[in-house]
């Protein structure tokens, strides 16, 4: 059974970092691309950044390039989204989520998310 | 404001059959056959239920479907049970730097 299980979330200042985590098992997690994929309260969903599955290529999407870095460990089957400088419109509940299809366009099995909350 | 518009909210009976419409552009929607449907309970994983327009994943039942016509895709659920309330998100590749963009959500209520 696929499962992907996020960690890491929590209330930040705004300014502040955090790094947010994501536990995969069940598939063979260096064969697939993976992403992260948000919804802040209230709002839809918004794609947030993808990794190749040897990590040597990653997409942004505009609103936290230069902030946010997605990495991956194969041998720890976890993936990971470091945030820094982090904005109020940075909160939301983040999910990570396995890419499928070529060109990348959808996501066939998700986690639960963990909520980040960037507040003073 | 979403890249893809759904409406807010769609009412239906049990056995009844409803659609949910996400209307995009030519650079999205209209423009591949890239359009995939997500179901979202509170507080648990997005379940993905409709892929490429009109493809199902294994495990989900066959009362769903996709289609598109334009710039305009649909899900539809038929013979609706108490179960299926919940929000429904449409997704698609899109050309430009984003690579996916969503709709806003439709919150589905059985009555």
């Known amino acids: 059974e696929v499962q992907l299980v996020e960690s890491g979330g929590g209330l930040v200042q705004p300014g502040g970092s955090l790094r947010l985590s994501c536990a995969a098992s069940g598939f063979t997690f260096s064969g697939y691309w993976m992403s992260w994929v948000r919804q802040a309260p209230g709002k839809g969903l918004e794609w947030v950044a993808n990794?190749?599955?040897?990590?040597?290529?990653?997409y942004y999407v505009d609103s936290v390039k230069g902030r946010f870095t997605i990495s991956r460990d194969n041998a720890k089957n976890s993936l990971y989204l470091q945030m820094n400088s982090l904005r109020a419109e940075d909160t939301a509940v983040y999910y990570c989520a396995r890419s499928r299809g070529w060109p990348l366009h959808y996501f066939d099995y998700w986690g639960q998310g963990t909520l980040v909350t960037v507040s003073s | 404001q979403s890249a893809l518009t759904q409406p807010a909210s769609v009412t239906g009976s049990p056995g009844q059959s409803i659609t949910i419409s996400c209307t995009g552009t030519s650079s999205d929607v209209g423009g591949y056959n890239y359009v995939s449907w997500y179901q979202l309970y509170p507080g648990k994983a997005p379940k993905l239920m409709i892929y490429d327009v009109s493809n199902r994943p294994s495990g989900v039942s066959n009362r769903f479907s996709g289609s598109k016509s334009g710039n305009t895709a649909s899900l539809t659920i038929s013979g609706l049970q108490a179960e299926d309330e919940a929000d429904y998100y449409c997704s698609s590749y899109t050309s430009s730097s984003t690579l996916v963009v969503f709709g806003g959500g439709t919150k589905l209520t059985v009555l």
């Open positions: 990794i190749k599955q040897d990590g040597n290529e990653k």
